[in-house]
């Protein structure tokens, strides 16, 4: 069977990266495009808002002077002759200064009858019951009413009205004091207060009645236009908002939002000029395409040094080894720069096929040392499988005979089928029941230890109060060892953590622990048990019982007493039975047990074992 080894691609490989990076950069470019157009988006309607407040600022400047005039006019009005129309004539010219230079002001006697202006004084009656404005203020008076744009019986300019209604002392109506506000001017203002380029605006009525229709009326209807789109906008649940928004597609559309005002009956639509957006636009993406060309230039310009440094050498070295391969004679190669890199490139392939052979050698050691390891834990799990049958099967035969041994002596000791002639088989009785208690213990422990090793034994866990469960074991202890006197001195902190153990191996434990303490002791001492926390290498708390021999005089709170003339029999497992114990709680014992020193043992309880 005759195999072609292909011809080394490298250079057309170098080709698809240069054309990868073209095609990735290009990706990057659109989509660097679109979040410039989001940004660009998000920086319009935000110059919008901003503009949007500016111009609400302004209108409520000019509506709040145009409020202040009209209170001080109705002041001085309620307090004079209503029928007197020069006198009010003379105070509305008092009134006309250059700050209301382009303002009219107006009165309007009880029968909705305009009657005197500033700019006309006294003039013959023109009938203006059916404005907006006359009808608020008849039906509020006191209260400032803005109506829709009229254009003036008086004036015959377009105005935009803000009335307010009087009433005499005894709340009888008596008339409306007007100041018609020029749109040119008011607009013109408004326009003043706007300091960004290429806004355009129309503040419309409650009624979508165009305020400022008179100023530039070419400019804003593209914005008008869109006004429509308002008559079917909750205003309540929505008091601002974008309706239109540019499309990179399409260099008719732009950015429309408009704003209700929160003080007064009108709203503020504002759009943003096409040419100045796409200006904006242009700023802001045109330094993030640079980055990216100059980030392909530099990204092209690496992988030609790639080619010119790694992948022309490789290439000529495959062709040499394509030549050997075929007996051509060996040369070295050109782009190298005479290193013999193809003798280098064989002695590492060799090294590396040795190094492989290695690993699989030893992988092959590894596994037969796994398979010898799992016989030997079988092996062992039968061995303790064994044991723990017979020890249960041992247990069970001992503890019948130990029952009735225990059971018979109970019964001489109490002398229930009378005395003892002589003393001596009493005190017999009494080693033969002790001694087949000792018995009964070195079995429990035997096969608790047992079923330890074997991980045989399932802890019943829950919250255990530490120092009920040391006076609990204290009295048991004094149970089992008898009526002499020994002491124990119980040093306890006030506040202790609850543990999360299982109750009856704690019992165990701390019982098994106290007897060894007793039985480690001086002769003129006592056990002193004490609880404490500390902390541990990784700075979490720990919690700890100590168990020592003292000599230091005996407190008078927090100790027992309980008998000491006689060593406790403690069988050889109790300890080893208690470590394995502690080891299943995750706890561990410090037994410190030198000669011509106190006894201490150390009982440290980790932090998730601790309950607050």
């Known amino acids: 069977m005759n195999i072609t080894w292909s011809k080394p691609s490298l250079s057309r490989d170098f080709a698809f990266f240069a054309a990868l990076i073209v095609f990735v950069l290009t990706i990057a470019a659109l989509w660097v495009t679109y979040e410039a157009y989001i940004d660009h988006s998000q920086q319009m309607v935000h110059q919008m808002e901003t503009e949007a407040t500016r111009i609400d600022r302004a209108m409520i400047l000019e509506i709040e002077h145009s409020s202040y005039l009209l209170q001080a006019l109705g002041q001085q009005i309620t307090h004079m002759n209503t029928d007197d129309l020069n006198g009010i004539a003379v105070l509305l010219r008092s009134f006309d200064t250059t700050a209301t230079l382009h303002h009219v002001f107006s009165w309007i006697d009880a029968n909705q009858n305009n009657v005197v202006s500033s700019n006309k004084g006294v003039h013959k009656p023109v009938d203006v019951s059916d404005r907006d404005f006359v009808k608020m203020a008849m039906a509020e008076p006191g209260k400032i009413q803005i109506g829709n744009p009229i254009q003036g019986r008086v004036s015959n300019k377009w105005a935009l009205p803000v009335a307010l209604g009087l009433t005499d002392s005894t709340g009888k109506y008596i008339g409306t004091i007007l100041i018609s506000m020029d749109i040119d001017t008011l607009t013109r203002n408004l326009r003043s207060a706007v300091k960004g380029s290429g806004i355009s605006f129309t503040v419309y009525s409650r009624s979508l009645l165009p305020l400022n229709q008179t100023i530039a009326e070419e400019k804003m209807l593209p914005i008008d236009i869109y006004s429509q789109q308002l008559k079917t906008t909750d205003l309540t649940k929505y008091p601002s908002g974008v309706l239109s928004v540019a499309s990179l597609f399409d260099k008719n559309s732009m950015y429309i939002y408009y704003e209700v005002s929160a003080n007064y009956p009108y709203i503020i639509m504002l759009g943003f000029d096409n040419s100045a957006s796409w200006a904006a636009m242009r700023e802001l993406l045109i330094p993030r395409l640079i980055q990216i060309l100059a980030m392909g230039i530099f990204m092209l310009a690496l992988l030609w040094l790639v080619r010119s440094r790694i992948i022309k050498p490789i290439s000529e070295l495959a062709t040499i080894t394509g030549g050997i391969a075929r007996g051509e004679p060996y040369r070295d190669p050109i782009s190298s720069g005479g290193v013999n890199e193809l003798y280098v490139l064989a002695q590492q392939i060799k090294k590396l096929s040795n190094y492989i052979d290695e690993i699989f050698r030893i992988e092959e050691e590894n596994k037969n040392k796994n398979l010898m390891f799992r016989k030997g834990k079988e092996a062992s799990d039968l061995s303790n499988k064994i044991k723990i049958e017979f020890l249960t099967a041992m247990s069970h035969d001992l503890r ?8 018979f002596s109970e019964i001489m000791k109490l002398q229930s089928y009378g005395t003892f002639e002589n003393p001596q088989y009493l005190q017999c009785v009494k080693d033969i029941n002790e001694a087949a208690h000792q018995l009964q213990y070195l079995t429990d422990d035997v096969m608790a230890l047992s079923s330890a090793e074997a991980g045989m034994i399932e802890l019943q866990e829950k919250h255990i109060d530490v120092r009920f469960m040391l006076s609990k074991c204290l009295r048991q202890v ?4 008898g009526d002499n006197k020994l002491h124990i001195e119980l040093k306890l902190p006030d506040t202790m953590p609850r543990l999360l153990m299982d109750e009856g191996r704690l019992k165990q434990i701390i019982i098994n622990l106290i007897l ?17 926390t500390e902390q541990d290498k990784g700075g979490k708390e720990t919690f700890c019982l100590a168990f020592s021999d003292s000599r230091a005089s005996l407190a008078k709170t927090g100790r027992a007493e309980v008998s000491k003339t006689a060593k406790y029999s403690l069988s050889n497992l109790s300890i080893p039975l208690t470590k394995a114990l502690v080891a299943m709680h995750q706890a561990t014992l410090e037994i410190k047990n030198q000669p011509g020193k106190p006894y201490s043992t150390i009982l440290r309880f980790p932090p998730e074992r601790l309950i607050y």
């Open 400 to 407: 019948t005979p130990l029952n009735t041994i225990i059971g």
């Open 478 to 481: 004094a149970d089992r060892l």
């Open 516 to 532: 060894n303490a007793i039985n480690q002791s001086a002769a003129d001492s006592h056990v002193v048990i004490r609880a404490y």
